[in-house]
């Protein structure tokens, strides 16, 4: 009964979301950690508000502020593209908007990079995260649950605030950068846990059906709360 008075009032569909993506078993990743390399700093996603590009933009133009050398690529197109790319010139940061690339491609400009930083104000397991985890790549990301619920188990990544401001953010991607050995060690965590959690569905699948089975009786216990009164 509880399930019927659920569905009937949210009219709610379920369903199955794989977890596993098909890559390629190897990534032919470029060292790009060593002392002398220029880091590329690397974006992911739609030029859409949620995104948060001009969070991505306005912290980067700290980092020029402060006198260190880096390049960065926004990977996506969407609604804001001129907007975006005019603040961007207007700050005169080295952002280059690529566009919508394959996924060649966008595997291709990862395996290039040095950082992913993701600045959304909210995610749902982004498969932008995981290609990155792929990559090797060390990962600053926004301490949101769509992403704390991919990468909180594990003290290598750096997850912000997510009302966190550009300077603010800046420090992190700064401190980070400076620090190769830190470096280091997030890019290894990063491939390490890629292989141990999504290049086969067991483990991150056998964590998500526990969440599942626990929002669905969190619901069934509401329904028949509801039903009672």
């Known amino acids: 009964m509880a399930n019927k008075l659920f569905n009937q009032k949210n009219k709610t569909k379920l369903a199955y979301v794989k977890t596993k ?16 390399h220029i880091p590329k700093i690397v974006g992911i996603g739609s030029l859409v508000p949620v995104k948060r590009i001009e969070l991505f933009i306005d912290s980067l133009y700290f980092l020029k502020k402060s006198n260190f050398k880096f390049e960065s690529i ?23 908007f690529l566009g919508k690339l394959s996924k060649k491609d966008v595997l291709k400009e990862l395996s290039d990079a040095s950082l992913f930083l993701m600045t959304s104000k909210y995610e749902i397991s982004p498969l932008s995260l995981k290609e990155s985890l792929w990559a090797g790549l ?8 769509g992403i704390r619920e991919i990468i909180n188990e594990s ?22 950068l400076e620090n190769q050995k830190l470096l280091s060690e997030m890019s ?6 890629f292989w141990e959690y999504f290049y086969n569905d067991g483990s991150f699948n056998n964590k998500y059906n526990g969440i599942y ?17």
């Open 21 to 36: 993506i098909k890559l390629p078993l190897y990534c032919s990743c470029k060292n790009t950690l060593n002392e002398n």
């Open 188 to 193: 290894k965590g990063s491939s390490q846990y």
């Open 155 to 176: 003290q290598i990544f750096e997850l912000f605030p997510v009302d966190i401001d550009p300077f603010a953010l800046f420090q992190i991607i700064k401190k980070v």
């Open 74 to 96: 926004w990977i996506g197109d969407g609604i804001l593209k001129n907007e975006l790319m005019k603040k961007n010139n207007e700050k005169n940061i080295p952002v280059k």
């Open 138 to 145: 060390p990962i600053i990301a926004p301490n949101f649950y």
């Open 213 to 229: 089975y626990e929002t669905i009786k969190k619901v069934l216990e509401y329904s028949k709360a509801q039903l009672i009164k």
